[in-house]
């Protein structure tokens, strides 16, 4: 079954220049799922239009049009990459009669294809259970090298919850992938809520040896600490899958989400986050998931989703 839709040219679109200074202007639109084998780095960018997961899981829907929001968004920003680095935007995966579990499949089978080929993977939700999906294509590439992967999930929530009728759902990714994965989970939450979180998930947290830093203690003014935890972690495994839930953001940043929390993290103390990751060189994969496009405010999500696409991607493939 085919669950991919051919990317539109259209959800690329921006400022005018005569000079490739625009992302919509360097974005190459690949039809069919045609992977591109050329050698050499590439940024591979695949949405998922899917929210059953959310659904499952009782949230606002809505983050079924979050990747061409985000693909719009990230058009009109300026072009700070290297002219030879192909961007390649390869569609959207979907949910067909409410199969998540088979768009799922074809998602790990897409990221470890993109992986194979030298793609640096960046996908946008959908909700988060796109992680599950996307860590399990990771976790066979790295697998195949004898590689320890950590992950790394800025967020209000684990994310750890149990199944529902032995299905999973955008609050259980990260259960799932340590069920699967039980010897080869390593796993770091950052901007925890405990509003959002009952004490069963920090049981679960703890059984599973997550390591987690509170919203309380993910501040500026903790810089130091921070720093420290999140380096210690990237020295214990090998590469990174970084997984940012724009709920995790403080609602008066980004409103339209799932689950919005006026209590969670600023931009700031996120950037630097992403900075010190991708100095780790050990960065493999990215996914930006939860963005609601029903529910922002001029689009506000959405350019904070955009801008941390593409800083990630600029910090890591420019050196200066």
Same mark, same amino acid.
């Given at each position: 079954?085919?669950?991919?839709?051919?990317?539109?040219?259209?959800?690329?679109?921006?400022?005018?220049?005569?000079? +490739?200074?625009?992302?919509?202007?360097?974005?190459?639109?690949?039809?069919?799922?045609?992977?591109?084998?050329?050698?050499?780095?590439?940024?591979?960018? $695949?949405?998922?239009?899917?929210?059953?997961?959310?659904?499952?899981?009782?949230?606002?829907?809505?983050?079924?049009?979050?990747?061409?929001?985000?693909?719009?968004?990230?058009?009109?920003?300026?072009?700070?990459?290297?002219?030879?680095?192909?961007? $390649?935007?390869?569609?959207?995966?979907?949910?067909?009669?409410?199969?998540?579990?088979? /768009?799922?499949?074809?998602? +790990?089978?897409? +990221?470890?294809?993109?992986?194979?080929?030298?793609?640096?993977?960046?996908? $946008?939700?959908?909700?988060?259970? #796109?992680?599950?999906?996307?860590?399990?294509?990771?976790?066979?590439?790295?697998?195949?090298?004898?590689?320890?992967?950590?992950?790394?999930?800025?967020?209000?929530?684990?994310?750890?919850?149990?199944?529902?009728?032995?299905?999973?759902? /955008?609050?259980?990714?990260?259960?799932?992938?340590?069920?699967?994965?039980?010897?080869?989970?390593?796993?770091?939450?950052?901007?925890?809520?405990?509003?959002?979180?009952?004490?069963?998930?920090?049981? +679960?947290?703890?059984?599973?040896?997550?390591?987690?830093?509170?919203?309380?203690?993910?501040?500026?003014?903790?810089?130091?600490?921070?720093?420290?935890?999140?380096?210690?972690?990237?020295?214990?495994?090998?590469?990174?899958? #970084?997984?940012?839930?724009?709920?995790?953001? /403080? /609602?008066?940043?980004?409103?339209?989400?799932?689950?919005?929390?006026?209590?969670?993290?600023?931009?700031?103390?996120?950037?630097?986050?992403?900075?010190?990751?991708?100095?780790?060189?050990?960065?493999?994969?990215?996914?930006?998931?939860? $963005?609601?496009?029903?529910?922002?405010?001029?689009?506000?999500?959405?350019?904070?989703?955009?801008?941390?696409?593409?800083?990630?991607?600029?910090?890591?493939?420019?050196?200066?």
């Amino acid at each position: 079954m085919n669950l991919n839709q051919n990317p539109s040219p259209f959800h690329w679109s921006g400022r005018k220049s005569e000079q +490739t200074e625009y992302w919509h202007q360097a974005v190459q639109t690949i039809s069919n799922l045609k992977i591109s084998q050329d050698a050499g780095d590439k940024i591979g960018i $695949l949405g998922y239009s899917g929210e059953e997961g959310v659904i499952r899981n009782q949230g606002r829907i809505g983050t079924i049009e979050g990747p061409s929001v985000i693909r719009k968004m990230l058009g009109s920003i300026a072009l700070h990459l290297p002219e030879n680095l192909p961007i $390649l935007d390869y569609g959207d995966v979907f949910t067909l009669d409410q199969d998540m579990e088979a /768009s799922h499949d074809a998602i +790990t089978r897409i +990221t470890y294809d993109l992986l194979a080929s030298k793609h640096f993977p960046v996908l $946008l939700g959908g909700g988060h259970d #796109l992680a599950f999906a996307h860590g399990r294509g990771v976790q066979k590439f790295v697998g195949e090298k004898n590689q320890k992967l950590g992950i790394i999930n800025l967020d209000a929530h684990f994310d750890l919850r149990p199944l529902v009728r032995d299905k999973g759902h /955008s609050g259980s990714p990260f259960l799932q992938l340590a069920n699967e994965y039980p010897d080869n989970f390593h796993y770091l939450a950052l901007g925890i809520q405990r509003a959002a979180n009952p004490r069963s998930l920090f049981e +679960t947290a703890e059984k599973l040896k997550a390591k987690y830093i509170v919203m309380e203690d993910f501040r500026l003014h903790n810089w130091e600490f921070i720093q420290e935890q999140i380096l210690w972690f990237i020295d214990s495994v090998d590469k990174i899958y #970084l997984s940012i839930d724009m709920d995790g953001f /403080s /609602s008066a940043f980004a409103p339209g989400v799932s689950a919005p929390s006026p209590m969670g993290f600023n931009p700031q103390i996120a950037f630097k986050v992403f900075e010190l990751i991708v100095k780790s060189k050990k960065l493999i994969s990215l996914d930006v998931v939860e $963005l609601n496009p029903q529910f922002d405010q001029d689009n506000a999500t959405a350019r904070l989703a955009a801008r941390a696409v593409e800083y990630i991607v600029r910090k890591k493939f420019v050196t200066q």
